[in-house]
Nanobody
């Protein structure tokens, strides 16, 4: 049972980037998936979440309107489209699930967490 995040990189301010979270060993179709990020010196925060139970989504205040989470259940993949990136978005991003069905992913109950992918926004 694994999650794997990919798609990070170095981009300039204002650019867009799409992260991919791929699952193996279980079906994302039945579980909530959240994207978290952690920057050095900052608290870890959940930036986006996609519920499996009712299709609802959640966005953190810092990213709402700029980030979009989407699912490809057939492909067992969740995406995070990130637009208008700024230096404040620089962090390691990872996906995780508490194996529940609704957002947000409860961090202390995370059951599966992928290794992160680094996003660096710099000119």
């Amino acid at each position: 049972v694994q999650l794997q995040a990919s798609g990070g990189g170095l981009v300039q301010p204002g650019a867009s980037l799409t992260l991919t979270c791929s699952a193996s060993g279980f079906s994302m179709r039945s579980h909530v998936i959240g994207w978290f990020r952690q920057a050095p010196g900052n608290q870890r925060e959940e930036v986006a979440c996609s519920s499996s139970k009712d299709g609802s989504t959640y966005y953190g205040n810092s990213v709402e309107g700029r980030f979009t989470i989407s699912r490809d259940d057939a492909g067992n993949t969740v995406y995070l489209q990130m637009n208008s990136l700024g230096p404040e978005d620089t962090a390691v991003y990872f996906c995780a699930t508490d194996l529940g069905g609704l957002c947000p992913v409860v961090e202390r109950y995370i059951q599966v967490r992928g290794q992160g992918t680094l996003v660096t926004v710099s000119s």
